[in-house]
């Protein structure tokens, strides 16, 4: 006769933070207006009491607008869990502190110049239809950094980047 195993008396810390990433996605995702989870990964577990976890999760949220989906800036939420009987979300998501970094480099498009808004729109290409109307571009010191977007198959728009140095060749990211 088989012998039934023993519940584990604390719940694994991939358990409980996979609860809270469920739990992101599903708060996060409304129909009016259209948003969308992408992905909500549990970056941390932090144990506040016996039974009482905090999860930092990063949420990437994909929004409706006359161009399709667009990726809003990722957020870091901390979810609440009780694990004194199950796994349970005590609260809502309330913002994270955390050290992660969400900043972006600011885009102006007003000093693109034509031939590398027309290069970017040839490399795009490769990844679906490019709007060479939404090009925002950043100068460095090595060349540019190209954001546009790019609708695939499914008719969704996609902001999508594409470096190039100063006479429009590809490049990897500095860094």
Same mark, same amino acid.
């Given at each position: 006769?088989?012998? *039934?195993?023993?519940?584990?008396?604390?719940?694994?810390?991939?358990?409980?933070?996979?609860?809270? /990433?469920?739990?992101? /996605?599903?708060?996060?995702?409304?129909?009016?207006?259209?948003?969308?989870?992408?992905?909500?990964?549990?970056?941390?577990?932090?144990?506040?009491?016996?039974?009482?976890? /905090?999860?930092?999760?990063?949420?990437?949220?994909?929004?409706?607008?006359?161009?399709?989906?667009?990726?809003?800036?990722?957020?870091?939420?901390?979810?609440?869990?009780?694990?004194?009987?199950?796994?349970?979300?005590?609260?809502? *998501?309330? *913002?994270?502190?955390?050290?992660?970094?969400?900043?972006?480099?600011?885009?102006?498009s007003t000093d693109l110049p034509q031939e590398l808004v027309d290069r970017a729109v040839e490399l795009a290409t490769a990844a679906g239809s490019p709007l060479a109307e939404t090009a925002k571009g950043a100068e460095f010191e090595g060349g540019w950094r190209i954001e546009i977007d790019v609708v695939d198959e499914a008719g969704i728009a996609w902001p999508m980047?594409?470096?190039?140095?100063?006479?429009?060749?590809?490049?990897?990211? *500095?860094?």
């Open positions: 006769m088989p012998v *039934p195993a023993e519940p584990r008396a604390r719940p694994e810390a991939v358990e409980v933070g996979s609860v809270a /990433a469920w739990y992101a /996605a599903d708060y996060f995702t409304s129909t009016e207006p259209p948003t969308y989870v992408e992905r909500a990964v549990p970056v941390s577990v932090e144990r506040l009491g016996p039974e009482l976890h /905090a999860v930092v999760v990063l949420v990437q949220v994909l929004a409706r607008d006359e161009l399709g989906y667009r990726r809003l800036e990722p957020k870091a939420v901390e979810v609440v869990v009780d694990t004194s009987d199950g796994i349970r979300v005590v609260d809502r *998501p309330q *913002p994270a502190d955390t050290r992660i970094s969400f900043d972006t480099v600011e885009l102006d980047v594409v470096w190039l140095d100063h006479g429009g060749d590809p490049i990897n990211p *500095p860094g």
